[in-house]
């Protein structure tokens, strides 16, 4: 099951190869339709949102290093869930291209690959972020089998991993305190 979401953007996207990590509580607060608005537009006034509310998700996104000098400042954002002992890696992705935000959550009960009305766009978004970033994750196809067998699913969980295998070997720091 996943929440799956293709969105045009009019905020600049500086040139950047960033990869973000964002703990789960903040990957799902991301994924809010208000935060994927102020994300998408620095248009405040065609949001319907007030004042206050606007800039207050987007210094937000700015604490969380995902906006700086009003645009967009990564290549892609990746969910972890912090344990006891250990960090471990979740399903999920936002990821910039040209002027697009794609977001998959995997971790979401919205779509089941089976009954998925946006199943074109998903097999799409999932063959441009793999191109983009270089990484094999094998084929799909549109028929029923692919549908039944959970193909897009597996190839996403398959595309996170891969992402984060080729960007851990730059990893500076990963903000885990506060809100």
């Known amino acids: 099951m996943c929440d799956y979401r293709i969105l045009n953007t009019d905020r600049p996207v500086k040139k950047t190869e960033k990869i973000v990590m964002l703990s789960r509580e903040n990957f799902n607060r991301l994924g809010t339709e208000n935060y994927m608005k102020v994300l998408s537009t620095d248009r405040r006034q065609t949001l319907g949102m007030s004042k206050s509310y606007y800039y207050y ?20 954002v ?13 399903v999920g992705i936002l990821y910039t291209s040209n002027n697009h935000l794609i977001f998959i959550d995997m971790g979401s009960d919205k779509y089941s690959c ?6 074109a766009g998903c097999v799409f978004g999932l063959r441009r972020v793999a191109t983009a970033m270089k990484i094999k994750i094998g084929g799909v196809g549109n028929d029923e089998e692919s549908r039944k067998e959970r193909v897009p699913s597996r190839l996403w969980n398959s595309l996170v991993k891969g992402i984060f295998a080729k960007s851990i070997v730059r990893l500076e720091a990963i903000p885990v305190g506060g809100t």
Request: proline share 8%.
């Open 114 to 119: 089976s009954a998925c009305p946006v199943y």
């Open 78 to 90: 990746l969910p972890f869930i912090p344990r006891e002992s250990s960090l471990d890696l979740d």
């Open 57 to 76: 998700i987007l210094e937000d996104l700015k604490r969380m290093g995902l906006v700086e000098d009003n645009a967009i400042a990564f290549k892609a």
